[in-house]
């Protein structure tokens, strides 16, 4: 066998995770992104501030925040208990959560693009075309912005698929739970199954080559086509 | 009360908006001016489009805009006809004209038939935005808004962004369109050759203000203001083809006041026709002239003189029966043949383009 049964229940872990991640995102994102795009606000530039701390904070930092948050004496673990659910720390869901703070910026940022990219035209056809402003969003604005869905969807899903340091912080290390890939690869490296660890390593590589490749060699260059 | 009021102001850093309307309920109104005049900001406004205009709209009696509430651009019967076609790129050209029908509430497909068929859209319908010309991209967003059956018609610049032959290929459509339509139509243009071709009205917008409005006939020959036009300062008749000289290849049209021959347009006897009349063609002679290549020559009377744009040029006014001319001659000349208001005098008209 290729990989060993621990690897494979890795992987489907990851996949799982990030994939839940994905969806999660795409109804988070996809209107924090709208508003960003179409707002003048003075606090547009805190927020997207606030959406790409992610892409530079140390993955340790955002964990450890987001560990204590989590936590029983936490904002977001009172929360959680007041609702009758245990902690989040080392649960999948836990990791779902911290996946989702740390991947934001990229759903948030290529949809933003997209949708600044749109501009304010196809929308103010389609009101004049009866289309409420909902109907325009999804009509209109979702259509004419696909590239921008993919691209972030993509970049959200491989982003998941690649974290660790937030893993470990929020997730720590439960075989079938919250051990992912990463994770796994690391454990191998541990315990110097060096074999066991090029074999899950490569597949990383790979799965993150093909999937970028596929990103930037679609048919031509996916340019924002609003109204012509 | 039929017709369009509207009464809009708008400031914005370096413009402001001020406008006080009553137009006409039917036919094609023209909001005239130069770029920057703020003529599109006001089709904006009348569409809901610009969200912090204050004032007051009233189409057709039923109140669109005033200081409680203002109804969304969405739920407003009008069509919009963007200066870029602006069709969708992810529909074909029969999923533009849809989506539009599929929203309104009567759901009656006659108007949508009859807009591909007014525009000469049909083989174009399964198409995308992207594979038809600029041209015809424009006949589509033009069938579009008609489809929807709208009350009020908004167009803006229909054609600005369309380089001569595409602008030829859709003038006959819009020409068209005014003859079928009953409803009102706002026509944004910086072009006086569309003003002069289209309009029945006309509103003259500078600086975010209305300089002149009235009938398209009386405000181009309005001397207390004239228009901004340079060279196409002039008059529009509307005329009626009286007889066709078949040897010659003439066609004779009567207007109002006086007849003129033109270069046969292949009309029938009968057809109305708008004749345009640039001031800069038409010469004045005290006494009725003789042995001259210029053939049309119309007696009037001098109504009214005012300066021009240059100062050594003269505008006169000349009433022949109820039709108005203007004719462009220099100041020296006037003094010379003592041109007067009130006095008869003949004008050669050189040029006579028909615009129909």
């Known amino acids: 066998m290729f990989l060993t049964p621990g690897d494979l229940e890795a992987l ?5 995770l990030a994939a839940c991640v994905t969806l999660i995102l795409l109804v988070l994102g996809t209107p924090i992104a709208w508003w960003l795009a179409r707002s003048e606000g003075w606090w547009k530039g805190p927020t997207t501030a606030v959406v790409a701390l992610p892409l530079v904070l140390p ?27 245990t902690a989040l720390p080392f649960t999948f869901w836990g990791l779902v ?16 693009a997209a949708f600044e990219s749109l501009g304010e035209r196809p929308l103010e056809v389609a009101a004049t075309l009866r289309a409420s402003p909902l109907d325009a969003f999804f009509s209109v604005a979702v259509p004419l912005a696909r590239p921008g869905f993919i691209t972030a969807m993509v970049l959200t899903f491989a982003h998941t698929v690649g974290e660790f340091g937030v893993v470990l912080m929020i997730g ?14 690391y454990d191998h490296v541990e315990a110097l199954d060096y074999l066991q660890a090029h074999r899950l390593a490569a597949v990383m590589l790979l799965f993150s080559f093909f999937v970028l490749l596929a990103l930037y060699t679609r048919r031509r260059p996916q340019k924002i086509r609003g109204v012509t | 009360m039929s017709g369009i009021q509207a009464k809009f102001q708008l400031n914005w850093p370096g413009f402001s908006l001020d406008v006080d309307l009553a137009l006409p ?19 904006r406004c009348i569409a809901g489009l610009e969200k912090t205009a204050q004032g007051r709209l009233l189409v057709d009696g039923e109140v669109w805009q005033d200081n409680t509430r203002c109804v969304p651009v969405h739920q407003r019967p009008l069509g919009y006809v963007f200066q870029e076609a602006s069709l969708f790129a992810h529909l074909t050209v029969l999923g533009n004209l849809r989506y539009g029908t599929r929203r309104v509430a009567d759901k009656g497909s006659v108007a949508l038939d009859s807009a591909i068929e007014l525009l000469g859209i049909k083989t174009l319908l399964d198409r995308l935005p992207d594979k038809l010309s600029g041209g015809e991209r424009q006949r589509v967003a033009i069938a579009r808004a008609l489809a929807l059956s709208p009350r009020l018609l908004l167009m803006d610049e229909p054609l600005a962004a369309l380089d001569y032959p595409r602008k030829q290929e859709i003038m006959p459509y819009l020409q068209q369109l005014h003859r079928a339509l009953d409803i009102p139509v706002l026509y944004v243009s910086h072009a006086a050759d569309e003003v002069a071709r ?3 009205y006309l509103v003259v917008i500078d600086n975010g203000r209305v300089r002149a409005q ?6 181009l020959t309005r001397l207390d203001f004239p228009l901004p036009l340079g060279d ?14 078949v040897a010659w290849h003439l066609a004779r049209v009567d207007f109002p006041g006086g007849s003129l021959w033109t270069p046969d347009p292949a009309l029938p006897v009968g057809c109305a026709v708008r004749v345009r009349v640039l001031a800069r063609d038409v010469s004045l002679a005290t006494m009725p002239p003789e042995q001259s290549s210029i053939q049309n020559v119309l007696c009037g009377r001098v109504d009214a003189i005012a300066d021009d744009a240059h100062p050594g040029l003269l505008l006169v006014r000349i009433q022949a029966g109820p039709s108005q001319l203007l004719a462009r001659i220099t100041r020296r000349a006037a003094a010379t043949l003592h041109i007067n208001i009130g006095q008869t005098v003949w004008m050669q008209v050189k040029t006579v383009a028909l615009m129909a």
Do not use: H
Request: proline letters at 6%.
């Open chain 2, 25 to 43: 309920a039917r036919g094609i109104t023209a909001l005239f001016g130069p770029s920057g005049s703020g003529k599109t900001t006001l089709l």
């Open chain 1, 172 to 185: 720590g290390n439960l075989p079938g739970v919250t051990r992912v890939a990463s994770v796994q690869i």
């Open chain 1, 59 to 85: 993955p340790s930092v955002l964990g450890f925040y987001l560990l204590l948050a989590m936590g029983p004496q936490g904002v977001v673990g009172q929360f959680t208990q007041a609702l009758g659910i």
């Open chain 2, 198 to 200: 289209l309009a029945d």
């Open chain 1, 12 to 16: 489907w872990l990851t996949a799982r």
């Open chain 2, 232 to 245: 196409d300062v002039g008059t529009i008749l509307d005329a009626t083809v009286g007889d066709i000289d």
């Open chain 1, 97 to 112: 959560v911290a996946s989702v703070c740390y991947s934001l910026p990229f759903m948030v940022q290529p949809l933003q």
């Open chain 2, 214 to 219: 009235g009938s398209l006939a009386e405000t």
